[in-house]
């Protein structure tokens, strides 16, 4: 268990080095890009503004591929019980800030979703249909939080009792689960 948690603590160190490193390669070639337009405007202008236009394009493309991809993230967890944010990043092969961005907009309005994300120190946690339900099961049976954990540690990859507190709590506040 404690090797589990040491290689995935290894893995989102280097995902967020690669990801603050992708970042800031996509900034500078987006203000490279722009200052090379704004040179070729200056010199010529119908080619500056055919630049422009196809580069408009390019980055609406890019936009509505970030889109899509929160569908994916979104069908990849829900095949998985219980799924944190730096699994999803090693399934998906992508950066764990794009990851965590999609999973805190996900997160924001999630009050009629069947699944849950829950945020707790500074990972996200996430619980698909039957999850909930299992956790739902069991807190209305009247289970406290250590009975709940050691019920669901047989069924899914729940490791503490922070978790089950967290996910009481953003259950209550999303007016999921009654006190």
Do not use: C, H
Not at 100 to 127: A, D, E, G, M, P
């Amino acid at each position: 268990m404690l090797t589990i948690i040491t290689n995935l603590k290894d893995v989102a160190k280097k995902t967020i080095f690669n990801s603050k490193l992708i970042e800031i390669v996509k900034k500078a070639i987006f203000y490279l890009i722009l200052g090379t337009i704004i040179l070729i405007f200056i010199f010529n202008q119908l080619v500056g503004v055919l630049l422009a236009g196809s580069f408009f394009i390019i980055y609406i493309i890019y936009y509505l591929f970030t889109l899509s991809s929160k569908r994916r993230v979104l069908k990849l967890m829900q095949e998985y019980l219980i799924i944190n944010d730096i699994e999803v990043a090693e399934k998906l092969k992508r950066p764990i800030d794009d990851i965590r961005k999609i999973l805190s907009s996900l997160s924001k309005n999630q009050k009629k979703k069947t699944w849950l994300l829950v945020f707790l120190n500074k990972r996200y946690l996430f619980l698909n249909e039957i999850g909930v339900e299992k956790f739902k099961e069991y807190y209305s049976k009247g289970y406290n939080e250590k009975k709940i954990l050691e019920n669901l540690q047989k069924d899914m990859k729940i490791r503490s009792r922070a978790e089950i507190n967290a996910i009481i709590t953003t259950l209550i506040n999303n007016e999921r689960l009654s006190n």
